[in-house]
């Protein structure tokens, strides 16, 4: 719900990009052109003045839970030129999308190979690697501790950015979570555009979005700030909390969040947060002897949780049920009553 960025990560990923993705992509297309090859490493030995020989010999040697790199990149050179070609156009095109905010990014068939190699090598097995960090890179090591300590000090943020519902102070409720599911758009796996610090809850598929399909229109934390477009209710008679916007884009991230249910699941604690702020409004205009505009009212409850604001959940959906002053007065002093008995 908050709009975020993600400039510091996005750009050590561009290092990855420039020294991993982009040769290996083309040092496969041309091994497969030059010599018809099967064996990559073989190819590798016979370029060794190449720039990338070292780190692309480096990662041809890695394994992961029992795959080696080498395994998958020789079984990929089975595909014809064209088909790598094309994945490799896909790639750059998804990339480009994505970093120009257009989140129409269509499906697309990849090869087993090579998705195992975005999904286990590139994402899970070489974004934490300090030697290719390191050595290979000549840069700072990189992890996803990293990832999370450089999104939070960029947005000075501390709940989750997806949901509003959940901090992300716990070191194991912190996820980093890929819009597009790397399951399915593997090429966006490495691309910090495409990932997120959020809460665990965001990133399961029976609470949250996990790898359920996008649909689209569709918007996120990197293009705009989703909370100031939702409308929050408390259904007083039925006790449920309601989500509504104007926009297909929220609509379809509220439910691609599962916001609507997680919200009315989170019902008790918003209520007393909510009874709190509401007591601190009444001592306001009895203090000053007056009765707040509506304008004046949210006002207030933007300066009342000026200090909250990312740090402690629930800041669109109290500023949102406080925003409507009639509702204010009538419904939320029922809804105070209503808690107490």
Known sequence: MWKVENK???????????????????????????????????YLNNNRQNKY???????????????KFIDQVNLLLNSSIENLKKYYEIYKEQNNKIKKGNLDIKLVDVSEPLKIIFKDFFYESFFNNETLWKKYMDNEPFSRKKFHENFKKENAIYVCPYCDIDTLNNIGNKQVEHFFPKSKYPFLSMNGLNLISSCYSCNLPSEGKGIKNIKLPISMPYIKQIGDYINFDIDIGTKKVVLTTEYDEIKNYIKLLNLDKRYNNVRENLEHMGNGLYESILNYENKMNC???????????????????KHLPFFFALKS???????YKNKYKKLKNNSNK
């Open 53 to 67: 020989y070292e780190i692309l010999n480096y990662i041809c040697k890695r394994k992961y839970k029992n795959r």
């Open 8 to 42: 510091c990560n996005y750009n050590k990923l561009i290092v990855f990009e420039e020294n991993v993705i982009i040769p290996f992509f083309e040092k496969i297309i041309d091994c497969k052109k030059s010599s018809n090859s099967f064996n990559f490493l073989e």
């Open 321 to 327: 049920l406080y925003s409507n002053y009639d509702n």
């Open 291 to 309: 009765i707040l505009t509506s304008d004046k009212l949210e006002n207030f409850i933007i300066k009342a949780k000026e200090n909250d604001k």
